[in-house]
């Protein structure tokens, strides 16, 4: 790892790269606080304070089969249908770990953003109703969670295509129509 720079650089896509990939030419990326994890081409975007825990979690979600995005610093992108998360160029595939340093590990190079987990603000009812947030001018449903040992399963198994039911009244044959737009 000897030589990478740690910085907060956006990836400089040129205008044909940009069409190429669905974005639209006027997109620019913005590149906000927090850590981004992905399975199978979807990704969260965890959010938080110094300290909150997005690194640990994401080492968590990590050692359950997601896929790291980028930790600390995610460049974000408006593409035509999604909002895509890429990690900074000097910091693609770094992780911190607390008391350890900086760890290698195999990342994803691009991912459609699904939700975002803000780890300041739990929320404090037991089933809390659907919340969203914006970003790029998108809505993406906002979950509020804290520290909690089954919080890195339960994200995994969101990326990995489970709903989150925040209207228990709805009628079961409802239920089939996935809650996070992929």
Same mark, same amino acid.
């Given at each position: 790892?000897?030589?990478?720079?740690?910085?907060?650089?956006?990836?400089?896509?040129?205008?044909?790269?940009?069409?190429?990939?669905?974005?639209?030419?006027?997109?620019?990326?913005?590149?906000? $606080?927090?850590?981004?994890?992905?399975?199978?081409?979807?990704? *969260? &975007? &965890?959010?938080?304070?110094?300290?909150?825990?997005?690194?640990?979690?994401? /080492?968590?979600?990590?050692?359950?089969?997601?896929?790291?995005?980028?930790?600390?610093?995610?460049? #974000?992108? =408006?593409?035509?249908?999604?909002? /895509?998360?890429?990690? +900074?160029?000097?910091?693609?595939?770094?992780?911190?770990?607390?008391? *350890?340093? #900086? !760890?290698?590990?195999? $990342?994803?190079?691009?991912?459609? &953003?699904?939700?975002?987990?803000? &780890?300041?603000? %739990?929320?404090?009812?037991? #089933?809390? +109703?659907?919340?969203?947030?914006? /970003? !790029?001018? =998108?809505? !993406? +449903? *906002?979950?509020?969670?804290?520290?909690?040992? $089954? *919080?890195?399963? %339960? /994200?995994? !198994?969101? #990326?990995?295509?489970? =709903?989150?039911?925040?209207?228990?009244?709805?009628?079961?044959?409802?239920?089939?129509? +996935?809650?996070?737009? =992929?």
């Amino acid at each position: 790892m000897a030589g990478r720079a740690i910085g907060m650089d956006a990836r400089d896509a040129g205008p044909q790269e940009a069409v190429a990939r669905g974005r639209s030419r006027d997109a620019k990326p913005i590149i906000v $606080h927090g850590t981004a994890v992905a399975h199978t081409g979807s990704a *969260l &975007l &965890l959010r938080g304070g110094a300290g909150s825990g997005k690194s640990a979690l994401a /080492l968590q979600m990590i050692a359950l089969g997601a896929t790291l995005v980028s930790d600390d610093r995610t460049c #974000l992108n =408006r593409s035509v249908d999604a909002i /895509l998360a890429t990690p +900074p160029l000097s910091l693609a595939g770094l992780i911190e770990v607390r008391g *350890l340093g #900086l !760890l290698e590990v195999p $990342h994803c190079a691009e991912a459609a &953003l699904i939700g975002v987990v803000d &780890l300041d603000a %739990a929320a404090t009812e037991r #089933l809390p +109703p659907a919340r969203t947030t914006s /970003l !790029l001018g =998108r809505a !993406l +449903p *906002l979950y509020r969670c804290g520290p909690g040992a $089954h *919080l890195a399963s %339960a /994200l995994v !198994l969101c #990326l990995k295509g489970a =709903r989150i039911v925040t209207d228990t009244v709805q009628p079961q044959a409802d239920r089939s129509q +996935p809650r996070m737009d =992929r």
